[in-house]
């Protein structure tokens, strides 16, 4: 009934609890490099939303502020915003180039 060897509790030289703690620690460092290697393959795909937000947004925004600083609406807003889409494209540009097919 109470096999030693079927035990997760045994306490007998060869413990249960040491190897799995000795497994652990050998899959430790190779969990740890392969989420590493994951997290460094996909880094460069986790930031083109904003590249891209934040070349279309800002530019309208910076204009709207000059708006209101000196009242020349709607020109500071539309020339943002030719600003924003130029900048979009050149960054879809750039991403183009740097993520080949």
Do not use: C
């Not at 490099?33 to 947004?57: C, F």
Request: overall charge negative.
């Amino acid at each position: 009934m109470n096999d030693p060897h079927n035990d997760p509790h045994s306490d007998d030289t060869g413990s249960t609890k040491e190897h799995e703690a000795s497994q652990a620690q050998e899959a430790g460092p190779d969990n740890t490099s392969t989420l590493a290697h994951v997290l460094r393959d996909i880094a460069p795909y986790l930031d083109l939303g904003w590249r891209l937000a934040g070349a279309a947004a800002f530019p309208p925004l910076i204009g709207a502020f000059i708006d209101g600083q000196f009242q020349t609406a709607p020109w500071g807003v539309l020339t943002g915003a030719l600003i924003g889409i130029a900048g979009a494209a050149l960054q879809l540009r750039r991403i183009q180039q740097d993520f080949p097919a």
